[in-house]
């Protein structure tokens, strides 16, 4: 350790260090004589050789193993940099000026959960480090911490991290000796800009301290924090920020107050608006969600290989081909991915499935195994026994056994890792929550569903009704808790994990305020549902029916042709924002999403384009009748919801397909959407759904919103929350004026 080495140098090694001093003296005198660094380099190889042996000693006195030494390569801050520890007559420097003036650096990044186990064992056994490790943590931490063992008082630290280093669930011991021996200040986070260009997924920041460990700093000051806002930003324009001040919409300098939530065991960054907010949601609320009430889902581990083979969890066509027995088909579960979740809405149809086997030989434990031999049993009985159990479940053991060189489950050679409860899965009040996503996902689910870890269940309790905590939980107030007040985050996304769920600030209502939430809740559910089908139906019938398909760029350039020619009556439609062969910087502007708004009386539809800033109108369409306008607006919608990459208008033009049907497309057209329709109409009849369903696809979508509207306004109302403080939540959150508009008339 570094304060070990340098008692022992000052102890032990006076003579050495005077004559390293010497050396250094004549060295700096004359840099140009190699002899001088030559002679250095013989005194310390003298003195490494010694230290290597004391660190054998120490790991023979610890937990450690002597064969660290044999892994990793053992270097002495105290001896490489002696000048900057000790004084010319090899006595300790004085506390406050032991040290480096600046520590500064770029550290690796890597995780011990993403394959370094083995690492981080012999990191988690080392006597110079053992103190900072944590499960599950980044290496960078290390770097952070044994930096400000380097440091001297007053000494500033900078490194170039991941931002989540002050929310992430296994850094508890580095944000706590951040806070009692540095000061941080002036914080950049990157967001989602691309400082390095070549690595995917990173999330960036630079944290900058400096040591003042001579007072317990704790948190509750304030900084300034550099922010980047639009991920697309020119490096230039960064540059010009960090360096000269230089700050604009895109990147942005404020004032936040640093602060330490001893719950979550966090570092908060909050400006002051933001911290009275979360302040007062924090007060109003009553009742916390048991923690043995939250299981996170399935660790289903190699559930395929790298080629796409089901291990334990199998394609519908891997499923049918196994030709499984009576019993065996009894451990098959239907499995569900993260994706078919949403903010109340699940989709029921699962197209995989699962082999639940939760023991280690499906039906028996070792444990099992040896009560049934007795003691004393040979090899060749348990072996006998094993062969046994293998047969009761044939076609599961022969599909297993082609796979145990990835399978590394606790439960080996045929159990899941770690299985969970399986009546959760059953529970027909669960509610299922995404852990990784950009918006709050949570939907009661009333049938079974096996997920795998990117999900969490929750069962509600203590008399709350699913239906209310649902409407709680997916409500905008709770997301700007989820993003603003937990701050856990990666990158855009919030990550929803146990201790952030155990911790959210909900309201225990009275009997009479969970029955509005219920029906209300009930309703959107059952709209959803609908919604969904009708996009189904609009999915299977566009591709039967159609003869022909053509860009929405291309309709939009021959709907020009005719508007120039004065013909307005006889096409798809009788207005356009702009013709988009013209150049037009809209066409080609950059954003992160895009949305569809369109009227729900007038054949009229409004595209708007989404940034971390704002939600701003960049075209709009007036057709020449509904059923026109209906027909884009299922074709925009099916892009939107494809996995297609498209940051510009340019490209939603260019990427939405129009089926149509030739000859006399503008007449013929129109009976896919009518055919849909129908067949709504007769789905509402089987499903005997009790609310009135429009079958118009944008009033159904207008009714879903007013119906969020209205739960969302009164959950504002339950927090005690006035239409200003809405408003800075539903800013902060990027939501429309329409939908904000809905929410206020409600407030």
């Given amino acids: 350790p570094i304060k070990a080495t340098q008692i022992f140098l000052h102890k032990n090694h006076r003579s050495e260090i005077k004559k390293l001093f010497k050396l250094r003296n004549e060295y700096l005198n004359n840099p140009t004589n190699p002899e001088l660094v030559e002679e250095i380099e013989a005194v310390k190889v003298t003195l490494r050789k010694e230290l290597d042996e004391e660190f054998n000693k120490l790991c023979k006195n610890t937990e ?23 004084d010319e007559d090899c006595n300790l420097l004085p506390e406050n000026g032991r040290g480096f003036d600046v520590v500064i650096g770029n550290p690796p990044y ?151 939530d001893t719950i979550l065991q966090t570092i908060k960054f909050m400006s002051a608006e933001t911290e009275d907010l979360v302040s007062k949601v924090v007060k109003a609320s009553n009742y916390r969600i048991p923690e043995s009430n939250i299981m996170k889902g399935l660790a289903t581990m190699a559930s395929k290989t790298k080629d796409g083979q089901g291990v334990f969890v199998l394609s519908e066509k891997e499923f049918k081909n196994m030709g499984l027995s009576t019993e065996e088909k009894k451990l098959i579960k239907p499995f569900f991915l993260s994706r078919q979740i949403d903010a109340y809405f699940c989709d029921n149809v699962n197209r995989e499935w699962l082999i639940y086997s939760t023991k280690r030989y499906i039906d028996y434990e070792n444990t099992d195994i040896n009560e049934s031999m007795g003691k004393g049993a040979s090899k060749e009985r348990n072996k006998e026994i094993q062969m046994k ?44 929550s995404i852990r990784k996503t950009e918006y709050p996902k949570f939907m009661i689910v009333d049938h079974p569903c096996f997920m795998d870890d990117a999900v969490y269940y929750i069962t509600p309790s203590d008399k709350i009704s699913p239906q209310f905590l649902l409407a709680f939980l997916n409500s905008k107030l709770m997301w700007y808790w989820f993003r603003y007040g937990a701050q856990k985050t990666h990158g855009s996304q919030l990550q929803i994990d146990k201790e952030i769920l155990k911790n959210v600030p909900l309201i225990k209502p009275e009997d009479s305020e969970q029955r509005r939430f ?62 988009p062969e013209k150049k037009n910087e809209l066409l ?31 075209y709009d369409i007036t057709f020449n009748n509904r059923e026109l306008m209906l027909h884009v607006y299922f074709s925009l919608n099916e892009t939107l919801m494809s996995r297609l990459e498209i940051k510009t208008l340019l490209q939603l033009f260019s990427k939405t397909m129009i089926p149509v049907i030739q000859p006399n497309v503008i007449k013929t057209t129109p009976n896919i959407l009518k055919k849909v329709i129908d067949e709504f109409r007769k789905w509402i009849k089987t499903e005997k759904i009790k609310y009135k369903i429009d079958v118009d696809v944008v009033r159904l979508s207008h009714e879903l919103k007013e119906i969020e509207g209205q739960i969302d306004a009164a959950v504002f109302r339950l927090y005690g929350l006035n239409n200003d403080e809405a408003k800075n939540i539903m800013d902060s959150l990027n939501i429309s004026s329409d939908y904000q508009e809905i929410v206020f008339e409600n407030l």
């Fill in 64 to 86: 450690a193993s002597t064969n660290i030494l044999k892994k990793t390569i053992n270097f002495n801050w105290a001896l490489e940099f002696w000048y900057t520890f000790l």
């Fill in 110 to 260: 890597y995780t011990e959960a993403r394959g370094y186990k083995d690492v981080f064992r012999i990191y988690s056994k080392s006597p110079l480090i053992q103190d900072y490790y944590e499960k599950n943590m980044d290496i960078f931490y290390f770097f952070i911490e044994v930096g400000l063992d380097l440091l001297k008082q007053e000494g500033n630290l900078g490194f170039i991290i991941m931002e989540y280093w002050n929310s992430r669930t296994s850094g508890a011991i580095l944000r706590n000796k951040i806070l009692n021996e540095s000061l941080i200040y002036s914080p950049v986070n990157f967001d989602g800009f691309k400082v390095f260009k070549e690595a995917t997924g990173q999330h960036n920041s630079i944290l900058l301290l400096k040591k003042q460990s001579y007072k317990k700093l704790t948190d509750n000051y304030m900084v300034q924090r550099i922010e980047v806002k639009d991920k697309d930003i020119n490096d230039n324009q960064v540059k010009e920020a960090l360096i000269n001040g230089t700050f604009t919409q895109k990147i942005i300098k404020d004032s936040v107050r640093v602060i330490f």
């Fill in 389 to 432: 159990i293998k047969a009761q479940n044939p076609t599961i053991v022969k599909h297993l056994d082609r796979f145990q060189d990835i399978i590394t489950s606790d439960k080996k050679p045929y159990g899941l890792h770690r299985p969970k409860d399986i009546n959760v899965f059953l529970n027909p009040d669960k509610i299922i």
């Fill in 518 to 579: 219920i029906e209300k809740v009930d309703k959107i559910i059952t709209l959803k549902k609908a919604f969904d089908n009708l996009l189904k139906l609009w999915n299977e019938w566009q591709k039967t029916m159609s003869t022909d398909k053509l860009t929405l760029y291309v309709l939009l350039c021959s709907e020009t042709i005719k508007h120039r020619n004065g013909d307005f009556d006889n096409g798809w439609t009788c207005k356009l924002k702009f013709y």
């Fill in 588 to 618: 080609s502007k950059i954003y992160s999403g895009f949305k569809i708004i369109a009227d729900a009386t007038k054949p009229r539809l409004e595209i708007f384009g989404l940034s971390k800033e704002a939600t701003e109108s960049i």
